[in-house]
């Protein structure tokens, strides 16, 4: 029994060549390298932007966090929870409006 060997189309460069093995993809070594020195640059340049939009989130976390750690300081010295504060900041504020109004 005589097998014929596949012909199969090159994905690096779009030339036909002969399948040597079921999952040979790339008629050459040079294609092959060449193709995937394209895809780890296109890795490389995906994870780049990750962690630079992640290192953006993580400066704002910081900021607000910092905000949040001067509210609660001012908190605790008028001897008020968190929450109690950001509700007296609100009335001070409503308080603040309705002078303005009158």
């Not at 109690?84 to 002078?99: C, N, P, V």
């Amino acid at each position: 029994m005589k097998q014929t060997k596949k012909k199969s189309k090159c994905i690096g460069c779009g030339k036909q060549f002969t399948v040597n093995a079921r999952n040979q993809h790339y008629c050459s070594v040079e294609c092959r390298e060449y193709e995937r020195k394209k895809r780890h640059a296109q890795m490389y340049k995906k994870r780049k932007t990750q962690k630079k939009a992640k290192r953006v989130e993580e400066k704002k976390k910081e900021k607000h966090m910092g905000e949040l750690a001067s509210f609660n300081d001012k908190a605790k010295k008028l001897g008020l929870s968190y929450g109690q504060y950001m509700i007296f900041l609100q009335t001070e504020k409503d308080r603040e409006e309705r002078a303005k109004i009158s």
